[in-house]
């Protein structure tokens, strides 16, 4: 079956640090591939999105590169900031119009 | 607009109790899903809705889980004779379409706790 396997964390950085969260997948077919995040207190958003290979999405500084080849979706932010501390679910659809989730990375950016 | 809401937001309950969760969809979305997400993991899909029918419950542990969305719109999730393995926060999710490319937008969840 589907799944997403991502780095464990909590990923800790000092803000303008370069921040790369990995995340591969099993699946069958061409999924559509996902970055949610959480923020503390808060629901899952929709942070990005790629839905064929090559697609780079990207939002609020952040990018992801959907990799077939690989089967990797890794996340991707030149200088995180403090508000960027959450945590990163990275998931995907594969046709069936339900989300498999990874178990999620927890960022945690210092001043 | 309005996003997708929750209530209630907590729930405590004992053992062998029957429970509801609510979810309001965002409005003109076709789509609904449930999701349960236990502490520390991913999101864990359950069931989804296209308009009134459930068009897909592979996700549901058991026969003790069931929901409901009469109407197209609000969904009722009913979780009879509670067990403390069912503690999680229960999301809701809709989208538009049904479509894999279609974004599903998630309330702020309720938080299930079985003693």
């Known amino acids: 079956g589907d799944s997403v396997t991502q780095m464990e964390g909590p990923v800790t950085l000092s803000e303008e640090a370069f921040l790369t969260i990995n995340c591969t997948y099993t699946a069958t077919g061409y999924p559509s591939l996902f970055w949610y995040v959480q923020y503390p207190g808060e629901g899952l958003q929709l942070l990005l999105k790629a839905t064929k290979a090559d697609d780079k999405g990207s939002n609020k500084g952040f990018e992801a590169t959907y990799r077939k080849e690989t089967t990797s979706f890794h996340l991707e932010k030149g200088s995180v900031q403090v508000s960027d501390s959450a945590v990163y679910f990275c998931a995907l659809d594969s046709g069936y119009s339900t989300l498999t989730f990874g178990k999620g990375t927890m960022l945690l950016v210092s001043p | 607009g309005a996003g997708v809401s929750q209530t209630p937001s907590n729930k405590v309950t004992e053992k062998g109790k029957y429970v509801e969760l609510r979810c309001d969809p965002i409005s003109g979305h076709t789509a609904l899903y449930w999701y349960r997400q236990s502490l520390g993991q991913g999101p864990e899909f359950l069931i989804y809705f296209q308009g009134t029918g459930a068009a897909d419950d592979s996700g549901l542990p058991n026969d003790r889980f069931f929901a409901v969305r009469p109407e197209g719109s609000v969904s009722t999730l009913k979780i009879q004779r509670t067990e403390r393995g069912d503690s999680a926060v229960y999301l809701c999710?809709?989208?538009?379409?049904?479509?894999?490319?279609?974004?599903?937008?998630f309330g702020p969840g309720t938080r299930l706790l079985v003693l």
């Open positions: 999710a809709s989208s538009l379409t049904t479509s894999p490319q279609e974004t599903q937008y």
